[in-house]
């Protein structure tokens, strides 16, 4: 009875050795190439739309945030608090990240400075930064896939190889068609690296400019709420 069983199991084994599997490799081939299109055309979506974001959140120079800061503190000093929220919500302000904080802080004026600064931050942290960090984590996860894709064309490529050796027997095989299976298999391996590299250099830039933001609105908020605490003064005064 276990030699029956060996047999049946070795005899299904075999069959199954025989299946011409070339064309459903063939096809999950090009599934790989059609994955790893996708993967790369969204990450590039993903750094393009990352650096818009940053770029419409930041000022366009130094100058132009001491010139909005100027035009806040002078607003202050006449505890014009409407005039503030007015001069944030304009076209060409509303949608940078400075702005929007000082109508945040404003919106919040009646409470302690501590207070604000905490809410304020919590805004700046939910609002921004997190979309900044989402578009971020969809790259660094292509970053990971693409040579994983890469990778798996490889091994797909090495079992038509090895399955066109298999099945040919003593007839031998023409070293044209391994050729063209191991050039998929490398070139999948290649276009994988070719994704990811590329990517791991644009989210390095994009970090740094992230950064830039982060240290510019810090130190723009700063000089704003040290006279949004000079007015709470005055009016309590």
């Not at 047999?7 to 090009?30: C, E, M, N, P, R």
Request: with cysteine; net charge negative; aromatic share 10%.
């Amino acid at each position: 009875m276990q030699y029956l069983s060996l047999s049946k199991h070795s005899s299904a084994l075999t069959s199954f050795a025989q299946v011409d599997l070339s064309s459903i490799l063939y096809w999950f081939g090009q599934g790989i190439y059609l994955a790893m299109a996708v993967a790369a055309i969204y990450g590039l979506y993903c750094i393009v739309m990352l650096m818009r974001r940053v770029k419409e959140k930041s000022f366009p120079g130094r100058e132009a945030a001491d010139a909005f800061l100027d035009d806040v503190g002078e607003l202050l000093e006449k505890n014009d608090f409407e005039g503030v929220t007015e001069a944030c919500d304009t076209p060409e302000l509303w949608s940078r990240a400075v702005p929007q904080l000082v109508h945040v802080a404003v919106e919040n004026r009646n409470k302690p400075i501590k207070k604000i600064k905490g809410i304020v931050g919590e805004f700046f942290s939910r609002e921004i930064l997190s979309d900044f960090d989402a578009r971020t984590s969809w790259v660094n996860t292509i970053i990971k896939s693409a040579p994983m894709l890469g990778l798996l064309g490889t091994v797909s490529g090495m079992i038509m190889a090895f399955g066109k050796i298999a099945g040919t027997g003593e007839s031998g095989v023409k070293p044209s068609e391994l050729a063209e299976d191991i050039s998929f298999a490398l070139f999948t391996t290649a276009a994988g690296l070719s994704i990811a590299i590329p990517l791991v250099v644009f989210v390095a830039m994009t970090q740094t400019r992230i950064a830039r933001l982060q240290d510019s609105v810090q130190e723009n908020m700063g000089t704003f709420f040290d006279d949004l605490e000079a007015a709470q003064v005055r009016g309590d005064a």
